[in-house]
């Protein structure tokens, strides 16, 4: 009996109905110039010499009207020049990779579990069910105090966590990059949740001795997004600082906020987050556009702090043991929706191209003035991106962002592969998934990356980079030694 396959043929016809009806508004102005500028010179074809000569003499200005519309020309160009924001380059960035020594598989974290929450199995099942299904691999890493049984977080080993990220990364990009610590002039280190004083901002400064005028700031308590918005300050600082290279760290502790309790709300972190660090070289100088990798061309950021619900949704608090947590909502991702569209919203009037602008603006006014029942449509951002950098959350997170932005498994490998390797890097996370997309040879000049955070607050946060130049596969960095065996399948549950 014959097999039964489906018509393909009128989804194929519409596939290209919609190509054909993308490169038509795209290049609309194209079509409509080539037309007149063929006229035009059909008609300069048409015309003799005297007629030529007699237009000529027609069109004729005097010295003084010369002049003068020479300097207005000249006076707009200045004003317009002047005006421009200054260009932002991403020179380069390192990532922080632990040593095998901080490994933790599945066997080692759950018999942890077992031994700490000896009194709760119920939470020992929990987290085992959790990792099961986190998406996490047997190679992500946890600081050494938290191998202890019990876990020692104590100030002394949340710092030295600290200096050994921190330090690792930024030593790794100054030998990369060959900046030296005076060449710094803007400093912003993010962590959300350990701020101690002096700040570690301060402790950067101390340890590489950079200069007393540099401007420094510390960032706490603005959860997994804080990467993107020390990036949004450092390019407010760069547009009024000319001249300037600007450090951004960003990083999580684990150390002190390792959960010992038994709240299974104030559980799922311990699952999930894991050791990581990010440090990136930010110019505005001209002479560094050619070596740069990467040119800022957007900062969009979505607060929805205003709601009460979004703003509890992830928040630090005592359990009734008074042992101290971080406590996701079980209305995490439904917020988390709310704010991506409300980023989108911004986000895409400047990035989408005019054939899905206008798609959504018809499907917009059909819904108000036809039929609000109409299936709102969703842009293709796959028109306006090559490169997606999801933050690796959780495997909920990406799932819901591949089916909300119809994306396909590739454009969400990045975020899957590091969530496996690495975990939840908080901040740090995005990086990671950019040094992936570099480490496989696929990031080329021209392309275009959409970043995308969430954190505590509630907060979306996006930024998109243009690549400067066809990066060449790097030989170090945090997937040197393991991009062969990526991608790699991760079932839907792994049995413990």
């Known amino acids: 009996m014959a097999q039964i396959l489906p018509n393909f043929s009128s989804s194929v016809k519409l596939k290209y109905v919609k190509l054909g009806y993308q490169y038509l508004v795209n290049h609309i102005l194209t079509f409509l110039l080539i037309p007149i500028m063929l006229g035009v010179f059909l008609e300069i074809l048409r015309l003799g010499p005297e007629e030529i000569l007699l237009l000529w003499n027609f069109l004729h200005f005097d010295l003084v009207q010369v002049l003068c519309s020479s300097f207005l020309v000249i006076f707009i160009a ?29 066997s080692t974290f759950m018999e942890h579990s077992r031994l700490i929450l000896k009194d709760n199995p119920k939470s020992v099942d929990f987290q085992m069910r959790i990792l099961e299904r986190s998406g996490l691999g047997e190679e992500t890493c946890l600081p050494p105090a938290i191998h202890y049984i019990p876990p020692t977080p104590t100030m002394e080993a949340a710092r030295g966590e600290a200096e050994v990220v921190i330090f690792s990364t930024i030593d790794s990009l100054m030998e990369k990059t060959g900046i030296r610590p005076k060449d710094i002039d803007i400093l912003i280190v993010n962590c959300s949740l350990f701020s101690p004083t002096p700040s570690l901002s301060a402790m950067v400064v101390n340890k590489y001795k950079l200069r007393s005028n540099i401007k420094s700031f510390n960032l706490s308590g603005m959860g997994c997004s804080a990467g993107l918005i020390s990036i949004d300050l450092a390019r407010d600082l760069l547009q009024v600082h000319p001249n300037s290279n600007a450090l951004v760290i960003s990083t999580e502790i684990i150390t002190p906020n390792y959960y010992k309790g038994s709240e299974r709300a104030m559980l799922l972190p311990n699952c999930l987050f894991r050791m990581g660090a990010a440090a990136i070289l930010l110019s505005n100088k001209r002479r560094d556009s050619a070596r740069a990798k990467y040119k800022l061309v957007h900062v969009v950021r979505t607060h929805k702090g205003a709601d009460d619900k979004a703003y509890r949704c992830v928040y630090e608090q005592e359990d009734p043991e008074g042992k101290v947590g971080i406590n996701l909502s079980k209305d995490l991702m439904v917020i988390a929706g709310e704010a991506l569209k409300s980023n989108i919203t911004t986000i895409g009037p400047l990035v989408l191209p005019a054939s899905e602008q206008l798609l959504f603006l018809f499907t917009l006014i059909g819904r108000k003035m ?3 029942k109409w299936k709102p449509y969703i842009p293709d951002f796959k028109q306006a991106f090559e490169h997606f950098c999801i933050h690796a959350g959780g495997r909920a997170v990406i799932d819901e962002l591949q089916k909300n932005l119809q994306l396909s498994a590739e454009h969400v490998e990045a975020s899957r592969m590091t969530l496996h390797r690495f975990g939840n890097t908080s901040s740090s996370s995005l990086w990671y998934e950019m040094s992936y997309i570099e480490a496989k040879g696929r990031m080329k000049k021209g392309d275009r990356v959409w970043q995308i955070a969430f954190g505590s607050g509630f907060k979306c946060n996006s930024a998109v980079w243009k690549c400067n130049r066809t990066i060449k596969t790097p030989t170090d960095g945090p997937w040197q030694d393991c991009i062969d065996r990526y991608p790699v399948h991760i079932p839907e549950i792994v049995k413990l």
């Open 78 to 106: 200045t004003v317009y020049v002047m005006s421009k924001p200054r260009s932002i380059y991403l020179v380069d960035y390192s990532c922080y990779k632990p040593p095998v020594t901080c490994r933790v598989p599945f």
């Open 370 to 372: 036809f039929n609000p």
